[in-house]
């Protein structure tokens, strides 16, 4: 058989991998075949997900592990040697590697992406490791101190996780960039991506290395150190220590503190008790808060220890006139977005529904004289939702809003767990109580099911950790305004609320990454975003998945636009970065437990919030939108968006019925779609259609085809006599085959294993079946001939 009749899994046999393993890579140890380095994006319509394709190198060539050196893309002899070179260089840029290879069995066509440099090597000329390993430390101008934290293994034990791809890259770059002597890194990844796990391998390589032998990992909530010792850092037991009572013993190697403790709430500075040179290396937690303003007391931690490597890790950069990430620490070393997260499939996709209320959208006014439950006169003027709960309370808005939570998860999981964001902590006490009277059966069931966790509530604080804990039931509900919009590990919240006013990107995305991590073994695929304030809007800024403009002040002789003020640390996002003393703040003041409203400041004619009994509210508008593979919300419907996608596909019915006629099998066409985000299962579902195969479905939401059920289908081919061109045994399993059909789809029959089941074991072992035809080769025609009759009418 000549070259070119050999498919690429033959080339790859025959040609590529031998020039691999003569040239000394170890098959085992350092090359990995069909490396798949993400998970498939979850794609979610209606309440269905599916997973897309993995994406895959055909090779990867590891010098040591977590030391990848070349990636390799091969293609059939029936293309030319280099064709696969793009699709390898779009993989090496991901996966951050440096030499790219493409072959057709005939030679290698090789680009190192360090030079551009490009050109073609004889199958026998593949590169050794050692020899690919010393261009690339001439190439990347590496010295010997360099080189030996670049090749300190990571940490790892028999069963212990190892790096996805991305943490693989921000752990690399961060340790070179160090070794190289760079004091200023920052480091961006989208919430739910892991950064604790790649902080503790950049931290434990630099250590064992002995680049770095003192280290601090700063944070601003205790939880954030707690679950860090007891999780991703439990390896350093015995070396590390956390920072308590401002006892600082100078006998540890690894430092975890708040900075609440080494500023001290007097001015006392305890972090003054060390030397200024006593650590190597900080990691800056959460950096965009607090250490980001230069007037902060936590600003002083940095500063004082400012000989320190400083590696800053947050998931949203701050960039404002106040405070910056980037004018501190540098350009991003490394950026992994939500966005990406969603499409390589470790984050969980996301679905928006969007309320709108009568006195939200069409705003309320007071009748003249009208007094609130409380005898105090309404300010006479037009009220909106920057007002509610701030300025203005309407018991029937948070009754109904508390109906419509209680709606959803009646309909989708009661027990489902969810956080309600709210304005501040009163509100979030109001909102509890009115969630309480729509779900009094589970709250007399247990007390728990419904919790207020704000900063001011001891008994709410202390069921945090059980919200967080997956093996946990209870509580179900946590209200909040601010104590959980950041730092808070809870993996399976599948339903956010919003119910404040949000202005700060920075928190919004806070906010929206609560509900971003998996936990597909518990069934967390996805999450839903119940939007009461129109503050998805922020979806569709370009800010959202990008990276925040560095501020620049400018003097007084440039030219400059009247500025639009900043959000970001406003009166409407408070809290989230107000650093003076420590970061999150919940407005206590505002919370109020007797009958009587706080009175504002300026004199007590006039309430600091009017509080309304007999207004009524409704919901005007519901609509519900999906997160697409370009991270886009669509709002289109089920049946409308599945149809657009099916004729971007098959522009016309003859296209997409050749294309299914010709097929091997009638799943990848499925599959296909799947992964152009068309869940033919959800479409089904929303329509009722549950008689209707994919065939039948497709044709007549695209090409507007009266449809055939499966049984009806099936019945038509036993009328045509079909059956009797076979002989007894073989004509028993077309029978079954066809009965098989008629209530599974076309999927089932066209899998071999099928002839494990017992309606054929009846008929005899697979290999008496397959034989009845005339052998494998003869079964798997008649199975293609078999559907090809299903659905010739």
Not at 166 to 190: C, F, H, M, P, W
Request: aromatic share 10%.
């Amino acid at each position: 058989m000549g070259k070119r009749n050999l498919s690429e899994e033959d080339i790859k046999a025959r040609y590529i991998t031998p020039a691999i393993t003569n040239a000394g890579w170890d098959i085992n140890k350092q090359v990995r075949l069909e490396y798949a380095f993400t998970a498939g994006r979850i794609i979610l319509r209606g309440n269905i997900t599916a997973r897309g394709k993995k994406k895959r190198a055909d090779y990867v060539l590891f010098y040591k592990n977590n030391f990848p050196l070349a990636v390799i893309e091969a293609k059939d002899n029936n293309h030319s040697v280099g064709s696969g070179l793009q699709q390898a260089i779009d993989y090496a840029k991901a996966l951050d590697i440096s030499y790219v290879y493409a072959s057709n069995g005939d030679a290698f066509v090789e680009q190192n992406l360090i030079t551009g440099e490009v050109k073609e090597l004889r199958l026998e000329e593949f590169p050794s490791p050692e020899e690919l390993y010393q261009r690339y430390l001439v190439d990347k101008n590496i010295n010997e101190a360099e080189e030996k934290v670049l090749l300190e293994p990571y940490y790892y034990v028999p069963n212990y996780k190892t790096p996805r791809y991305y943490q693989r890259v921000a752990i690399n770059r961060t340790v070179d960039a160090v070794a190289k002597g760079q004091e200023r890194v920052l480091l961006v990844s989208a919430t739910g991506t892991g950064k604790t796990f790649m902080t503790f391998q950049m931290i434990y390589r630099l250590w064992k290395s002995g680049l770095k032998k003192r280290i601090l990992f700063l944070a601003d909530r205790n939880v954030l150190v707690d679950q860090t010792i007891s999780g991703d850092f439990k390896p350093f037991s015995g070396k590390m220590t956390k920072v308590k009572n401002k006892d600082l013993d100078s006998s540890y190697e690894i430092y975890l503190a708040l900075y609440q403790q080494l500023t001290g709430d007097d001015g006392e500075e305890t972090f003054r008790q060390f030397q200024p040179n006593f650590f190597d290396l900080i990691v800056i937690d959460e950096c965009h808060r607090g250490s980001a303003k230069e007037e902060s007391a936590w600003r002083k931690v940095l500063d004082y220890f400012s000989s320190a490597t400083h590696i800053g890790c947050t998931a949203t950069p701050i960039e404002t006139k106040e405070a910056s990430s980037q004018t501190y620490f540098g350009e991003p070393i490394y950026e992994y977005s939500l966005k990406e997260g969603i499409n390589d499939g470790f984050l969980a996709p996301y679905k928006v529904i969007r309320i709108g209320l009568d006195r939200d959208l069409e705003g309320y006014r007071p009748e003249a004289g009208k007094v609130d439950k409380h005898g105090y006169e309404i300010e006479d003027r037009e009220y909106n939702l920057k007002d509610y709960e701030r300025s203005l309370v309407i018991d029937d808005r948070t009754r109904v809003i508390a109906s419509k939570i209680t709606e959803f998860l009646k309909k989708t999981g009661r027990f489902s767990k969810t956080i309600v964001f709210c304005v501040d902590v009163e509100h979030a006490e109001r909102m509890r109580q009115a969630l309480i009277n729509e779900n009094k059966d589970l709250y007399a069931e247990n007390d728990k099911y419904i919790m207020r966790i704000t900063g001011d509530n001891d008994e709410g604080k202390a069921q945090l950790e059980y919200f967080i804990d997956e093996e946990s039931d209870y509580p179900v509900i946590a209200v909040t305004s601010k104590l959980m919009t950041t730092g808070v590990d809870a993996k399976m919240c599948k339903l956010i609320v919003l119910e404040n006013n949000i202005n700060s990107m920075t928190e919004f995305k806070q906010i929206i990454g609560r509900g971003t991590r998996l936990l597909e073994e518990y069934g967390k695929t996805y999450f839903t975003i119940m939007d009461f304030r129109n503050s998805s809007r922020l979806f569709a800024d370009p800010a959202f998945d990008g990276r925040p403009e560095v501020v620049i002040d400018l003097d007084g002789n440039d030219p400059v636009d009247e500025p639009t003020p900043p959000t970001d640390g406003g009166e409407e996002g408070a809290g989230e970065e107000d650093a003076g003393n420590g970061g999150v703040k919940e407005g206590n003041g505002e919370y109020e437990t007797g009958g009587t409203p706080p009175f504002n400041e300026e004199g007590e004619d006039k309430p600091r919030k009017y509080y309304i009994g007999d207004v009524t509210v409704r919901v005007l508008s519901e609509r519900v939108q999906y997160v697409d593979k370009d991270g886009k919300l669509i709002t289109e419907s089920l049946t409308d968006y599945t149809k657009k996608n099916i004729i971007e596909q098959y522009a016309r019915l003859d296209d997409f019925l050749k294309t299914w006629t010709e097929a091997e099998k009638k799943q990848a066409i499925i599959d296909e779609l799947q992964d152009s985000g068309v869940l033919l299962d959800a479409v089904r579902e929303e329509l009722g259609k549950t008689e209707l195969d994919d065939f039948d479905l497709i044709c007549h939401l695209a090409y507007d085809k009266p449809p055939l059920t499966k049984k009806e289908r099936a019945e038509n081919v036993k009328k045509r006599n079909y059956l009797y061109k076979y002989s007894d045994v073989a004509q028993q399993v077309i029978e079954a085959l066809l009965d098989k059909y008629a209530n599974d789809g076309i999927k089932e029959i066209e899998d071999t294993k099928i002839l494990q089941l017992k309606e054929f074991a009846k008929i005899g072992s697979p290999m008496k079946i397959v034989k009845a035809f005339g052998g494998k080769a003869a079964y798997l025609k008649a199975v293609k001939e078999l559907e090809n009759e299903i659905y010739s009418a």
